[in-house]
């Protein structure tokens, strides 16, 4: 029996690389960044995020099948909300 791979994606850690100028836009590097998500993506059976914002952006960029990906918020929102 095969077993599921679930990808739990936190934030989109390439975007925020060339922000904070560790990685460079539009080099080699972050084009060898890109295939190895989108392959990693793609060969998931699940992938989970925290925001509707990542998982759209998620399935733009990467052509990745909306029914694959859920959502599940941080807890500390949902706390929070609890609380207040």
């Known amino acids: 029996m095969k077993k599921k791979w679930i990808i739990d994606s936190r934030d989109s850690w390439i975007d925020v690389s060339i922000f904070l100028g560790f990685l460079e ?6 084009k060898i ?3 190895f998500e989108k392959i990693c993506y ?3 059976d ?3 995020s925290t925001t509707n ?9 990467y052509d990745i099948n909306n029914r694959k ?4 918020p941080n807890w500390i929102k949902k706390f929070i909300e609890i609380l207040f």
């Open 25 to 30: 836009k539009d080099s080699i590097l972050e």
């Open 46 to 48: 699940m992938l989970a």
């Open 53 to 61: 914002v990542l998982a759209q952006r998620m399935s733009d960029i």
């Open 33 to 35: 960044a890109r295939k």
């Open 69 to 72: 990906i859920i959502l599940i």
């Open 42 to 44: 793609n060969n998931a």
